[in-house]
């Protein structure tokens, strides 16, 4: 079990990590999220306008979820933290993948499809699986307000509201991976820039090498083949050098 005294990995991750277990997400290349334009269902404004049809989108998604299995990666990070080091992942994504992988401090930047949260008060969040008898949300499904539950996911144009929690983790790092993400997606991208200046990064993607700003190492690899090989050298060394 890690403690406060080990050496503290912070991992960022991003699509592609969850893309390894079959899980489709949005890319800047084409705007579209599972055949939707991103503007017809995650946004305020197609929110105000369609909001059955973004619930059914999320409905789509959170079974997906469900279906996925934790990959490689996932359970790399999590057999690191089981071996006595200091794991936190803050994620873009809004699946439950490392969890279920088992870590324990993850920070979703994003949102969590598997809960609900009111429309009108952000703080009241609910398991749609507690909330609902078929695990999805539909109109009339409303908070203890009385306002109409919506996906706890942030939309494009909405405020990233524990940004600033995850600076302060990134601040405390001994070291960073960087892994399935461009680093390209606003706030998120500023995070490295809150990391001690004596941390060692890596980037852990298949254009590694394009994508890797100055300072951060490059592994050209799939989440799932250079995740683990990066835990086990740090397993053997007994931490973060090289």
């Known amino acids: 079990m890690s403690d406060i005294d080990s050496p503290h990995l912070v991992v960022l991750t991003g699509a592609g990590i969850s893309a ?9 290349g084409d705007g579209l999220w599972e055949n939707h334009r991103v503007e017809d269902v995650a946004t305020p404004e197609a929110w105000a306008r369609d909001p059955a049809s973004v619930l059914r989108f999320y409905d789509e998604r959170r079974e997906q979820t469900r279906r996925a ?9 999590a057999e690191l933290e089981a071996a006595g080091f200091r794991v936190s992942v803050i994620t873009q994504n809004i699946d439950d993948l490392h969890e279920r992988a088992g870590s324990r401090e993850v920070l979703h930047l994003h949102g969590e499809i598997l809960l609900a949260r009111s429309s009108a008060d952000a703080n009241l ?3 749609v699986d507690e909330t609902s008898t078929n ?7 409303l908070c203890d307000k009385g306002s109409q539950l919506r996906p706890d ?20 790092a001994d ?20 990391a001690p200046f004596e941390a060692p990064c890596w ?7 394009e994508l890797a700003p100055p300072g951060v190492s ?7 083949r250079g995740v683990p090989a990066l835990v086990a050298r740090w397993k053997a060394q007994g931490d973060f050098a090289g």
């Open 135 to 141: 695990g999805t949300i539909a109109l009339g499904d």
């Open 218 to 224: 490059p592994i050209a690899e799939p989440a799932s």
């Open 175 to 194: 070291a960073l991976l960087v892994v399935g993400t461009s680093l390209a997606v606003m706030p998120a991208a500023m995070l490295l820039d809150q």
């Open 125 to 127: 969040r609910y398991p």
């Open 20 to 28: 390894e277990s079959g899980l489709k997400t949005f890319r800047d």
């Open 69 to 77: 299995q934790p990959n490689a990666a996932h359970r790399a990070l």
């Open 203 to 209: 980037l852990v993607d298949p254009h590694a090498q």
């Open 153 to 172: 996911v942030v939309w494009f144009g909405e405020a990233v509201p524990r940004y600033a929690d995850a600076c302060d983790i990134v601040a405390e």
